[in-house]
């Protein structure tokens, strides 16, 4: 029931904490024109009559917001990696198995510490579809998911991974002294 109930509580986190990062994300564009040109662009200013002015902002306002919601999406697919990863790790941790079978599957959950990562690529190679339409938006995309995918990914490696390990081999030590 243990497990169970952590897990649920971890799923609650992390569709809270996406639904405030969609929140915060579509009050920063709807709010802040910084922000907002950040996925229109600020070419605005230098197109040139109104009427052929009117077409190119509507196209640049619905890519903006196409990118948008692209960004959105990576960064909550990130998230849903970030609490795969810690999950899977605590349950191993947490398991009642011996030292040496929680070791191993912790070598072989190595994956889900990468995963970030990999959504980062996805991420970048997602936003070579919008460079046609706005090569700013495409780069905002790129380099951020793939920053976002480092992140999460060393954050696992230090602060989840190494301890867990530590922890394991401290007890097996222990185990092997005791004998």
Do not use: W
Not at 17 to 38: E, N, Q
Not at 71 to 99: D, H, N, P, Y
């Amino acid at each position: 029931m243990k497990k169970s109930a952590f897990v649920f509580l971890y799923l609650f986190l992390l569709i809270l904490l996406s639904a405030g990062s969609i929140f915060l994300i579509l009050y920063l564009y709807d709010c802040s024109a910084f922000f907002r040109s950040l996925f229109e662009g600020g070419q605005d200013a230098a197109i040139g009559p109104v009427a052929s002015g009117a077409g190119f902002s509507a196209q640049s306002k619905m890519v903006g917001r196409i990118s948008l919601y692209i960004f959105m999406g990576i960064i909550v697919v990130q998230f849903m990696a970030f609490f795969l990863a810690f999950t899977i790790l605590r349950l191993i941790r947490k398991s009642s198995e011996q030292i040496e079978l929680k070791l191993k599957k912790i070598e072989n959950a190595d994956i889900f510490l990468d995963l970030p990562l990999y959504v980062g690529l996805f991420g970048t190679v997602a936003s070579f579809i919008v460079m046609t339409f706005n090569p700013q938006t495409s780069r905002l995309i790129a380099y951020s998911s793939t920053l976002i995918g480092i992140i999460f990914s060393v954050f696992l490696r230090t602060t989840v991974l190494f301890p867990t390990r530590q922890h394991l081999l401290v007890k097996k030590s222990e185990h092997l002294a005791g004998e």
